[in-house]
């Protein structure tokens, strides 16, 4: 079964740390969390009694990791339940990126019924199919959901090289994380 410990380097290496571009329709962002979602998990890092962008500039890798990552994104898709670690690297990706669409778009591709809940059907669909196969599924749908994206909306095309490249490292078998050195590829046993 899939393991976050996998996935969570790849995620946090990609995302860096605070930003808060214009053209980001997420707003400020650390580590990957929005401040919308960060005032959603309800922690205020700092004690001044409120949720605001000062907690946001605060989080730990460790606080995206538990507090953010694995109990809303991970644990949306049941991802300890799908056998194949490439398969759930991918899709939690996805919903990580783009929330709810990372769910339906998989149910889309599984001939599930699409309400974006990960229940009994989808992980059952999910984990019988062939891996390789599915991932690759995946991994088209979610190119042309990104070209979508910017065809509906031309001003994030400042992302699209981004997004890209960091879909293009999740393979089956191995993430690249976004550094430099040796230990650059993350390489792990499939199914």
Known sequence: MARIEILSPFILSWEGGFTNHPADKG???NKG???ATWKA???DKDGDGDIDVEDLRLITEE????RVMKPHYWDRWKADRIKSQSVAN???DWVWASGKNGIIGVQRILGVSVDGIVGEKTLAAMNGRNARELFADIKRARISFIEGIIKRDPSQMVFKKGWLSRLNC???GSLTLNKKGKDKILNFTDV
């Open 27 to 29: 707003g400020a962002t």
């Open 33 to 35: 969390v929005t401040i």
């Open 41 to 43: 998990v309800g922690y």
């Open 63 to 66: 606080d995206a990791v538990s």
């Open 90 to 92: 991918l899709v939690v």
């Open 170 to 172: 999740i393979n089956y």
